[in-house]
């Protein structure tokens, strides 16, 4: 079965624009979550959507946003981008809101700004 | 709150000889732990996983952890190294006393490499 997919895999936004981050989850998993990926801070948890509710929320600034879709799909925004917002941004679905059931992982987009 | 610790950035070893990867974790429960390995330019993928039980877990490519509760640690081992191993491992923590919500805590992860 298709993995999880995360569109685009690259990209490239000058500061001030905002970015729309996509992920779409392997089928029937419902459960959704974010992660920031960057050299100096590592993995940080952005948020987790269950059944199209936020259940958890890291801490990033208000101008990271996320939502989930009826199809359990996934979008994250991001917007008045600064040059620290380059990272590598990776969605990981699974099937419960459960650790038990465990997550995987898309290849990630790569956000540059400039 | 939870959080969980890598100590070394790098790790190097020898082909064919045995390799740890060290984590140790801190929650105020008992706790859900996780390796996770990435190779460059790609997402997580799962190795393994502890939730209760035996203390030895073994999961995919030859890759084994123990959980010690005294020492809580969650150490990653391999017996025989292939330079095939080299990569980007992770450690992940989740405090089962929290809520239903599923976040998981990531180490700052430990660079395998394995020499030839």
């Given amino acids: ?15 001030g624009q905002q970015v729309t981050l996509s992920c779409s989850p392997i089928s029937g998993h419902r459960s959704v979550s974010w992660y920031q990926q960057t050299p100096g801070q590592g993995l940080q948890f952005l948020f987790e959507y269950f059944s199209e509710t936020q259940r958890n929320k890291g801490n990033f600034p208000g101008r990271f946003s996320g939502r989930q879709f009826s199809n359990s799909r996934s979008e994250m925004n991001v917007s008045t981008l600064e040059l620290g917002d380059s990272a590598l941004y990776l969605c990981a679905s699974s099937l419960r809101d459960s650790p038990l059931w465990g997550y995987t992982f898309g290849s990630g987009t790569r956000l540059t700004v400039v | 709150a939870q959080s969980v610790a890598q100590p070394e950035d790098q790790v190097n070893v020898a082909e064919g000889n045995p390799l740890t990867v ?3 974790y801190s929650v105020s429960g008992n706790p859900y732990l996780f390796w996770y390995v990435q190779y460059p330019n790609r997402g997580l993928q799962f190795l393994l996983k502890y939730i209760t039980g035996d203390n030895l877990v073994k999961g995919s490519y030859g890759f084994e952890a123990e959980f010690n509760k005294s020492q809580t640690s969650f150490h990653l081992k391999k017996p025989s190294a292939l330079v095939s191993d080299s990569a980007l491992y992770f450690c992940a923590v989740r405090d089962k006393a929290e809520s239903s919500a599923s976040k998981i805590i990531f180490g700052s992860g430990t660079r395998l490499s394995i020499r030839p």
């Fill in chain 1, 1 to 15: 079965k298709a993995g999880v997919t995360q569109t685009p895999r690259y990209l490239i936004k000058t500061r």
């Fill in chain 2, 22 to 24: 060290k984590c140790t």
